[in-house]
């Protein structure tokens, strides 16, 4: 039954109506209130407030179908359930994703087209590695001396400056081919006339073109047919305009140091130098160096960077390291924090490990790092091939509990979930960006 409320405050009508399930009692009432005294109340009431964006200004992340490939070829469980079931969406940007050296599973690293790649996937944050040229010039590479495996030098007239110019394969005496070619070897003027390829060379190659056509079978030569080469700044001027933020490693010098009176220092500003030109703010920018003197000397030098300078954690190359002995890590982890370090950046193996039923477990050296205060970033997923062998250096501690490529999202899952890392360096940010969003992971701002 329908039923009206009239309420007549002093001329004022107000409608009411009572009732549940649809139902409302109606009642008439008139009657003259006196208000002697009135109290207004303000209340702050938090809305979300939904702006909307005009169709081509904002960014469309394109996860492709690996990321699909890889859920599909997982084991059955809740973590794949749970993947499956975020299929259609939304994919979104976030600096859970890092696109190391851009996007080189398919593209030639650090190149404009594969930083453009894995922007487009969704990395919210980009790594130029940095090195120098003849004269100074800080531009990206990997190494400052992978010219001749990751460009075309070799087929142009710059080989003639090539540290070690271009020596055939000797197959009858078992002599692999050799070359180096070192961005040091030339100016940043000729750099820039070389074209980016896969990192690859075929060792038994007896000619150049046999040299340069060793790309491994489970990459491919198919974006290569141009590969812009990047400087530093340029760089930093690419990755502004993707709207992505910045994690350029400063390589160790394959010259002596000081070069033409560069000191490692002044190598180290120099670097810093190009984000404050390029007015690109601190909480922007991640600095990692291999070389704690370098990490040591952002922190002293360059306080507004120094919260996220990042240690990349070399050390498994010392004698006798071991994740699961603290005692082999030096500086220990409290040591590095009590330095000012807030992150550390291992390879993927040095986080996990497997227990006694061959699940993937965080490794004491992830535990003590956490314990420590330290945020946790790894590297690199899909760095690897195919997973149906038990994977490669990138999986040694866990060989046992991978054996399908779906394997990379059950690391994925522990290197998030168990080992909490905040950030994952991958070939492919594809696969990270589509976990991170079916995840709900914080979006990149």
Request: some cysteine; aromatic content about 8%; hydrophobic content about 40%.
């Given at each position: 039954m329908n039923k009206m409320i009239k309420l007549a405050l002093l001329g004022v009508v107000a409608t009411a109506l009572y009732g549940c399930d649809g139902d409302t009692d109606v009642i008439e009432i008139e009657k003259d209130v006196i208000v002697e005294n009135t109290v207004t109340v303000i209340e702050q009431v938090e809305v979300p407030v939904i702006v909307p964006v005009p169709q081509g200004t904002g960014t469309d992340i394109q996860v492709g179908t690996r990321p699909y490939f890889l859920v599909d070829d997982m084991d059955e469980g809740s973590l794949k359930t749970a993947l499956q079931?975020?299929?259609?969406?939304?994919?979104?940007?976030?600096?859970?994703?890092?696109?190391?050296?851009?996007?080189?599973?398919?593209?030639?690293?650090?190149?404009?087209?594969?930083?453009?790649?894995?922007?487009?996937?969704?990395?919210g944050i980009l790594e130029c590695d940095t090195t120098f040229t003849q004269d100074k010039e800080l531009v990206c590479r990997h190494s400052q001396c992978d010219l001749h495996t990751t460009t075309n030098i070799l087929e142009t007239d710059l080989a003639a400056k090539c540290s070690v110019p271009f020596i055939p394969a000797d197959p009858e005496n078992g002599v692999a081919a050799q070359a180096r070619c070192c961005t040091s070897d030339i100016t940043l003027a000729e750099f820039k006339t070389l074209k980016g390829k896969m990192d690859a060379a075929n060792?038994?190659?007896?000619?150049?073109?046999?040299?340069?056509?060793?790309?491994?079978?489970?990459?491919?030569?198919?974006?290569?047919?141009?590969?812009?080469?990047?400087?530093?700044?340029?760089?930093?001027?690419?990755?502004?305009?993707?709207?992505?933020?910045?994690?350029?490693?400063?390589?160790?010098?394959?010259?002596?140091?000081?070069?033409?009176?560069?000191?490692?220092?002044?190598?180290?500003q120099k670097m810093v130098d190009d984000y404050i030109a390029a007015n690109v703010p601190a909480d922007q920018v991640w600095l990692q160096s291999f070389d704690l003197t370098d990490v040591r000397y952002w922190i002293a030098n360059a306080p507004e960077f120094a919260p996220q300078v990042v240690y990349l954690d070399g050390r498994y190359g010392d004698s006798g390291f071991d994740i699961n002995d603290s005692s082999s890590w030096v500086p220990s982890m409290q040591a590095l924090a009590d330095e000012g370090l807030t992150t550390i950046a291992p390879p993927t193996w040095m986080l996990v490990t497997e227990d006694s039923a061959g699940n993937i477990i965080p490794s004491d050296y992830a535990i003590a790092a956490k314990d420590a205060g330290l945020n946790i970033i790894t590297w690199s997923l899909e760095r690897s091939g195919p997973l149906d062998q038990g994977g490669d250096w990138y999986y040694q501690t866990i060989s046992n509990a991978v054996n399908n490529d779906g394997d990379q999202m059950k690391l994925l899952d522990v290197l998030a979930k168990d080992v909490g890392v905040i950030g994952v360096f991958s070939d492919w940010p594809a696969t990270t960006t589509y976990y991170a969003s079916c995840m709900g992971m914080a979006p990149s701002i």
């Amino acid at each position: 039954m329908n039923k009206m409320i009239k309420l007549a405050l002093l001329g004022v009508v107000a409608t009411a109506l009572y009732g549940c399930d649809g139902d409302t009692d109606v009642i008439e009432i008139e009657k003259d209130v006196i208000v002697e005294n009135t109290v207004t109340v303000i209340e702050q009431v938090e809305v979300p407030v939904i702006v909307p964006v005009p169709q081509g200004t904002g960014t469309d992340i394109q996860v492709g179908t690996r990321p699909y490939f890889l859920v599909d070829d997982m084991d059955e469980g809740s973590l794949k359930t749970a993947l499956q079931a975020c299929s259609e969406g939304p994919f979104y940007k976030t600096d859970f994703s890092i696109g190391h050296r851009g996007a080189p599973l398919q593209y030639p690293e650090h190149t404009k087209e594969a930083y453009e790649a894995a922007a487009r996937m969704g990395a919210g944050i980009l790594e130029c590695d940095t090195t120098f040229t003849q004269d100074k010039e800080l531009v990206c590479r990997h190494s400052q001396c992978d010219l001749h495996t990751t460009t075309n030098i070799l087929e142009t007239d710059l080989a003639a400056k090539c540290s070690v110019p271009f020596i055939p394969a000797d197959p009858e005496n078992g002599v692999a081919a050799q070359a180096r070619c070192c961005t040091s070897d030339i100016t940043l003027a000729e750099f820039k006339t070389l074209k980016g390829k896969m990192d690859a060379a075929n060792p038994n190659g007896t000619t150049v073109e046999e040299y340069l056509d060793g790309t491994a079978t489970w990459r491919t030569d198919l974006y290569d047919s141009r590969g812009t080469l990047l400087t530093h700044a340029e760089s930093i001027e690419l990755f502004k305009e993707l709207g992505t933020k910045m994690t350029p490693e400063l390589k160790s010098a394959s010259v002596t140091m000081p070069f033409d009176g560069m000191t490692q220092s002044d190598y180290a500003q120099k670097m810093v130098d190009d984000y404050i030109a390029a007015n690109v703010p601190a909480d922007q920018v991640w600095l990692q160096s291999f070389d704690l003197t370098d990490v040591r000397y952002w922190i002293a030098n360059a306080p507004e960077f120094a919260p996220q300078v990042v240690y990349l954690d070399g050390r498994y190359g010392d004698s006798g390291f071991d994740i699961n002995d603290s005692s082999s890590w030096v500086p220990s982890m409290q040591a590095l924090a009590d330095e000012g370090l807030t992150t550390i950046a291992p390879p993927t193996w040095m986080l996990v490990t497997e227990d006694s039923a061959g699940n993937i477990i965080p490794s004491d050296y992830a535990i003590a790092a956490k314990d420590a205060g330290l945020n946790i970033i790894t590297w690199s997923l899909e760095r690897s091939g195919p997973l149906d062998q038990g994977g490669d250096w990138y999986y040694q501690t866990i060989s046992n509990a991978v054996n399908n490529d779906g394997d990379q999202m059950k690391l994925l899952d522990v290197l998030a979930k168990d080992v909490g890392v905040i950030g994952v360096f991958s070939d492919w940010p594809a696969t990270t960006t589509y976990y991170a969003s079916c995840m709900g992971m914080a979006p990149s701002i």
